[in-house]
């Protein structure tokens, strides 16, 4: 078994062993530095004699880790005598997937805790359940490799200093809380979806992340109707990706998309997961999933019901009021009844300057001012989202179009 073979089975199986270790040890750091030790002799030991049971061979080794680590701990003496005798150790258990299931729910719980800043939460996410290097999470939010370790080490402090307890949050606390816990999903696919800052539109791997993730949640919390809401979104929302863009990377339109391209087993899963989340209320992720879900439903832009988009996007506003969705809230109104009505709602947002910084309100400016026949206005707003813009594919199509109105 080679790097790959040792990276597969830590990326499938990270979540499950680092929280088994966390119940076992009661320490979500030691757990998680442990396991890392475990996966570094793994690349070493694989190659020349691969293990009857990788799973087994990690959670053994990392628990040798951990002991090892307590031992030293001079604090921790009483606890290393618990740990250290063999027949009061608990065994990794393969056919008890409720109590692993309750485990990994815990680790999702304690890396998205409300201690924790927002970029902790991310990378500890992406690290702990996802089982990404910091290099990788690096690589998918561009930041440097110290940065990300930085943020892993401190959040693993911070939960200590806190003494956050593997546990999942009383059943009153614990709505609360998954909504932290899907917001950080949501920030991951986000970033996949739809680049901050690169020379790539979309990154799939990232968003794909996000949905393995997504999906964990969901097989673990089949009662949440927004862990369905949410799973929907990224379903439907991925579908499209392989039409985003061109094979040189310029990003296509919706309009220009062919849709043909789309994913339709990705559609069927989010149609599916939006049934599920419907009969039991549709929060803010599951009404974004309806919206997605009648574009995914329409033969083009079009035959959308864009009439539909708009009450879905009205009832959005009621339950989660943001400038970013009344800014799509304007898009949708201008395809159901004109780009005045739309440019009406965009205005507001720039008097009450709602997004300040953001390059989607004159992107959406620009368009609304086009279909008017304001071609000098649309260039300047056109322009003025380019400079805005820190995705460079998005602004060499915002400087296209601005070129075009001459």
């Known amino acids: 078994m080679g790097p790959a073979d040792v990276e597969a089975v830590w990326r499938i199986e990270s979540a499950r062993i680092v929280a088994a270790l966390t119940r076992f040890t009661g320490d979500f750091g030691l757990a998680e530095d442990a396991a890392q030790e475990a996966v570094a002799e793994a690349l070493v030991s694989w190659p020349q004699a691969a293990p009857a049971s990788p799973v087994g061979w990690l959670m053994a080794t990392a628990r040798r880790r951990a002991i090892d680590t307590i031992r030293r701990r001079a604090a921790l003496r009483d606890r290393y005598a618990l740990l250290a005798t063999e027949d009061e150790v608990a065994e990794v258990s393969e056919d008890d997937p409720d109590r692993i299931d309750d485990d990994v729910l815990k680790l999702m719980f304690i890396s998205c805790h409300p201690v924790l800043s927002p970029e902790a939460r991310v990378a500890l996410t992406l690290r702990v359940v996802g089982g990404l290097s910091s290099e990788e999470i690096a690589r998918a939010f561009l930041v440097s490799v110290p940065t990300v370790q930085a943020r892993i080490t401190r959040g693993k402090k911070t939960i200590a200093a806190a003494g956050v307890p593997f546990e999942l949050p009383p ?37 794909y992340e ?197």
């Open 171 to 207: 059943a009153g606390e614990r709505k609360h809380r998954l909504g932290g816990v899907l917001s950080v999903l949501y920030v991951i696919f986000s970033e996949g979806s739809t680049a901050t800052s690169d020379d790539r539109l979309v990154r799939p791997g990232v968003a």
């Open 210 to 406: 996000a949905i393995r993730l997504a999906r964990t949640l969901a097989a673990l919390q089949p009662d949440e109707p927004e862990v369905d809401g949410l799973l929907a979104l990224f379903e439907l929302t991925a579908a499209r990706f392989p039409a985003r863009t061109a094979p040189d990377g310029t990003p296509i339109l919706l309009e220009d998309q062919d849709r043909r391209r789309w994913d339709f087993s990705a559609i069927r899963r989010g149609l599916a997961a939006l049934a599920q989340a419907a009969p039991r209320g549709l929060g803010p992720y599951g009404l974004q999933a309806a919206i997605a879900a009648v574009h995914a439903s329409a033969p083009s832009v079009a035959e959308t019901d864009w009439d539909r988009i708009v009450l879905l996007y009205e009832a959005l506003s009621r339950v989660a009021p943001s400038p970013v969705v009344e800014l799509n809230r304007a898009v949708a109104v201008a395809m159901a009844s004109g780009p005045a009505e739309g440019l009406a709602i965009v205005d507001e947002l720039v008097v009450t300057d709602r997004l300040p910084g953001s390059h989607l309100v004159p992107t959406v400016r620009g368009e609304l001012l086009t279909r008017l026949g304001r071609r000098p206005e649309a260039r300047a707003e056109l322009e003025l989202a380019a400079r805005l813009c820190t995705n460079e594919r998005e602004r060499s199509v915002l400087l296209g179009k601005a070129a075009a109105l001459g």
